[in-house]
């Protein structure tokens, strides 16, 4: 993660084709399921592609108006411990994941969410915490924790979550 | 009607039945083209009529069609009176035919479009299309669909897309975990194949113009990447892996590069990848979302949803300048742009106070018309002939698919599923 950012944006399209080795393709489990040859195969992944790090939740959500990446007052209020916790132990990492509701453009709301996870970002950049111990992810709509579609669960959907790796506890 | 469909496909496709997708009309049919559809004569009476459903069910769920479905084949001698009787009804032309029996499973199908008007002495029906096939029992279905196509385009002057196929995600919610599914289908819902299943969501497919590729945003490994997929093989490689968003592509229409959107400058922007010397170029700057990018026809300027005038719209880049301007201007929200094949209007996701719907804005006016009414719908995607557009809707918890014709006559829904279904995309004319 260091390396992208202190990289200019002149060598970025070297960079961003290095990143991206055939071998990332060939790890993935390529069994064909019940297809005739000569139609469409399938690629199944299995659990095994999912991270092996243990990750953890910080136990904070913070949650964000319609259309808005704003992080509230009472927000910022939760998010100092875990700053504190993270210049703490420098080796932990935190992984900010931006969400939104599940209403409209797929792709506008994964912008949404990383506006969001930025935003959250940006609070603990300012608090003091590292950008090397930061990573953030957009799920935009596509993981919501509340499956209704009322003005509560899209309220409950449009949030960052925040993971980390690494002890952080005191 | 689902008895018959299993019958259909019992018959027809050497592929178990799945759950079809029975379209229902939601909105009526008006002009639209009456025609008589007489099975085609064969000692084979099952397949024949199984043939002439698979023909009929086509032509009717375009809405464009009013088809009289005969229960048999014309006896030679009662046939000046059936045209005479049908022209007293109206109907404007028949399609007839034989279906002989090769042997080995094979059939030789001749088909006979004929104008039941425009006849002379000699002879009294205007024969409009004639043609004559050889197909295996397993490809009698496609053949049907090439036959509706041959009609369509007779009858309307537009290509049919029958022969079309379309491509989906399926999110299955009743395990313990959900599970994503990328998955293609004919366009009546036939022939399902799954292309990748994960644990991880899978976004935005897109079909290489070619039609034997999807390109396609998965989160395995717990972050978005862009892969291209071989849909032959199953064979893929990754297009993008950059950290943050890799999304939203988008192949140029003559397929030598793509699109996307990329959050390495900090802020979601549009980017061209030559997919041959896989360089990257910039192509919008600046601290808005950019995104959802969508080639005009002829490949010389992008249509993209940006927020940079304060809400999400529609902008257009034009490549060789590299300027962009506002295209959208109706209400505050108008995301999710696909342009018509003729490249004069966009279909568009707009949002006003009572929610979404799809609409079509006119490329030179700006001028908004909503083609369905508001409600929870997303993702448009329109047939390679600019007819139809067949979109994601919710039907109280259902995730599913709907279809509006352009001019807004026809709206059909396609059934439920046990899984949500989302993120339709069609395919170009095939093979």
Same mark, same amino acid.
């Given at each position: 993660?260091?390396?992208?950012?202190?990289?200019?944006?002149?060598?970025?399209?070297?960079?961003?084709?290095?990143?991206?080795?055939?071998?990332?393709?060939?790890?993935?489990?390529?069994?064909?399921?019940?297809?005739?040859?000569?139609?469409?195969?399938?690629?199944?992944?299995?659990?095994?592609?999912?991270?092996?790090?243990?990750?953890?939740?910080?136990?904070?959500?913070?949650?964000?108006?319609?259309?808005?990446?704003?992080?509230?007052?009472?927000?910022?209020?939760?998010?100092?411990?875990?700053?504190?916790?993270?210049?703490?132990?420098?080796?932990?990492?935190?992984?900010?994941?931006?969400?939104?509701?599940?209403?409209?453009?797929?792709?506008?709301?994964?912008?949404?969410?990383?506006?969001?996870?930025?935003?959250?970002?940006?609070?603990?950049?300012?608090?003091?915490?590292?950008?090397?111990?930061?990573?953030?992810?957009?799920?935009?709509?596509?993981?919501?924790?509340?499956? &209704?579609?009322?003005?509560?669960?899209?309220?409950?959907?449009?949030?960052?979550?925040?993971?980390?790796?690494?002890?952080?506890?005191? | 009607?689902?008895?018959?469909?299993?019958?259909?496909?019992?018959?027809?496709?050497?592929?178990?039945?799945?759950?079809?997708?029975?379209?229902?009309?939601?909105? &009526?049919?008006?002009?639209?083209?009456?025609?008589?559809?007489?099975?085609?004569?064969?000692?084979?009476?099952?397949?024949?009529?199984?043939?002439?459903?698979?023909?009929?069910?086509?032509?009717?769920?375009?809405?464009?069609?009013?088809?009289?479905?005969?229960?048999?084949?014309?006896?030679?001698?009662?046939?000046?009176?059936?045209?005479?009787?049908?022209?007293?009804?109206?109907?404007?032309?028949?399609?007839?035919?034989?279906?002989?029996?090769?042997?080995?499973?094979?059939?030789?199908?001749?088909?006979?479009?004929?104008?039941?008007?425009?006849?002379?002495?000699?002879?009294?029906?205007?024969?409009?299309?004639?043609?004559?096939?050889?197909?295996?029992?397993?490809?009698?279905?496609?053949?049907?669909?090439?036959?509706?196509?041959?009609?369509?385009?007779?009858?309307?002057?537009?290509?049919?897309?029958?022969?079309?196929?379309?491509?989906?995600?399926?999110?299955?919610?009743?395990?313990?975990?959900?599970?994503?599914?990328?998955?293609?289908?004919?366009?009546?819902?036939?022939?399902?194949?799954?292309?990748?299943?994960?644990?991880?969501?899978?976004?935005?497919?897109?079909?290489?113009?070619?039609?034997?590729?999807?390109?396609?945003?998965?989160?395995?490994?717990?972050?978005?990447?862009?892969?291209?997929?071989?849909?032959?093989?199953?064979?893929?490689?990754?297009?993008?892996?950059?950290?943050?968003?890799?999304?939203?592509?988008?192949?140029?229409?003559? &397929?030598?590069?793509?699109?996307?959107?990329?959050?390495?400058?900090?802020?979601?922007?549009?980017?061209?990848?030559?997919?041959?010397?896989?360089?990257?170029?910039?192509?919008?700057?600046?601290?808005?979302?950019?995104?959802?990018?969508?080639?005009?026809?002829?490949?010389?300027?992008?249509?993209?949803?940006?927020?940079? &005038?304060?809400?999400?719209?529609?902008?257009?880049?034009?490549?060789?300048?590299?300027?962009?301007?506002?295209?959208?201007?109706?209400?505050?929200?108008?995301?999710?742009?696909?342009?018509?094949?003729?490249?004069?209007?966009?279909?568009?996701?707009?949002?006003?106070?009572?929610?979404?719907?799809?609409?079509?804005?006119?490329?030179?006016?700006?001028?908004?018309?909503?083609?369905?009414?508001?409600?929870?719908?997303?993702?448009?995607?329109?047939?390679?002939?600019?007819?139809?557009?067949?979109?994601?809707?919710?039907?109280?918890?259902?995730?599913?698919?709907?279809?509006?014709?352009?001019?807004?006559?026809?709206?059909?829904?396609?059934?439920?599923?046990?899984?949500?279904?989302?993120?339709?995309?069609?395919?170009?004319?095939?093979?």
């Amino acid at each position: 993660m260091k390396r992208w950012q202190q990289v200019g944006f002149g060598a970025l399209a070297v960079l961003v084709l290095a990143a991206c080795s055939s071998k990332e393709a060939t790890r993935s489990d390529n069994s064909t399921s019940d297809v005739p040859a000569g139609e469409v195969r399938a690629m199944v992944m299995g659990d095994g592609w999912s991270s092996a790090k243990a990750e953890a939740s910080v136990g904070v959500t913070v949650h964000f108006a319609f259309d808005d990446a704003t992080v509230t007052a009472a927000d910022r209020v939760l998010l100092r411990p875990l700053a504190n916790a993270l210049m703490a132990h420098t080796k932990a990492r935190l992984r900010i994941e931006g969400h939104a509701d599940t209403r409209g453009s797929r792709e506008y709301n994964v912008g949404l969410g990383w506006r969001r996870a930025k935003a959250v970002y940006a609070v603990l950049i300012a608090m003091g915490v590292s950008a090397s111990q930061m990573e953030m992810v957009s799920y935009g709509a596509e993981k919501p924790v509340a499956m &209704g579609h009322d003005a509560a669960a899209h309220q409950q959907n449009r949030r960052v979550e925040l993971m980390h790796e690494g002890s952080i506890d005191a | 009607m689902r008895w018959q469909w299993l019958v259909l496909s019992a018959l027809i496709c050497f592929m178990p039945a799945h759950a079809v997708l029975d379209l229902s009309l939601t909105r &009526g049919l008006l002009n639209a083209v009456p025609i008589v559809l007489v099975p085609f004569a064969s000692t084979d009476t099952e397949q024949a009529k199984a043939f002439a459903r698979v023909v009929q069910s086509d032509l009717v769920h375009s809405g464009c069609f009013d088809v009289q479905l005969e229960k048999s084949p014309l006896d030679e001698a009662a046939s000046p009176v059936m045209w005479q009787q049908w022209r007293a009804n109206k109907r404007n032309a028949v399609l007839s035919g034989r279906m002989e029996t090769l042997g080995d499973d094979r059939y030789r199908v001749t088909m006979h479009l004929d104008d039941l008007f425009g006849g002379t002495g000699h002879q009294p029906l205007r024969p409009l299309v004639t043609r004559s096939f050889e197909a295996s029992k397993q490809g009698l279905r496609a053949l049907a669909h090439h036959v509706s196509d041959m009609v369509h385009e007779q009858l309307t002057g537009d290509r049919g897309v029958y022969s079309t196929k379309v491509a989906y995600v399926m999110v299955d919610r009743h395990l313990k975990a959900p599970q994503y599914i990328l998955a293609v289908s004919d366009v009546d819902g036939y022939n399902e194949q799954v292309v990748l299943r994960s644990p991880e969501p899978i976004m935005s497919p897109t079909w290489r113009p070619d039609g034997k590729a999807l390109a396609y945003v998965s989160f395995e490994g717990k972050r978005g990447r862009l892969y291209e997929q071989d849909l032959a093989t199953g064979k893929r490689m990754v297009l993008s892996c950059a950290p943050g968003i890799n999304g939203a592509p988008a192949y140029a229409p003559d &397929g030598q590069s793509m699109a996307l959107v990329l959050s390495v400058s900090g802020y979601p922007k549009l980017y061209s990848l030559n997919l041959h010397t896989r360089a990257l170029k910039q192509l919008t700057h600046g601290w808005s979302i950019d995104t959802e990018p969508a080639w005009a026809p002829d490949g010389r300027s992008l249509y993209f949803t940006s927020n940079r &005038g304060g809400s999400p719209q529609i902008y257009r880049l034009d490549v060789t300048s590299g300027h962009s301007h506002r295209v959208s201007y109706a209400g505050r929200y108008n995301t999710s742009a696909k342009p018509l094949p003729d490249g004069r209007a966009l279909v568009v996701l707009h949002r006003d106070a009572q929610g979404y719907a799809v609409a079509l804005v006119d490329v030179p006016t700006g001028r908004l018309t909503p083609l369905t009414t508001l409600g929870d719908t997303q993702s448009p995607t329109v047939s390679p002939n600019g007819r139809m557009v067949l979109f994601a809707s919710r039907l109280g918890d259902r995730a599913l698919l709907e279809m509006v014709s352009v001019d807004g006559r026809v709206q059909m829904r396609l059934p439920a599923r046990a899984a949500d279904v989302q993120e339709p995309t069609w395919s170009p004319f095939l093979g």
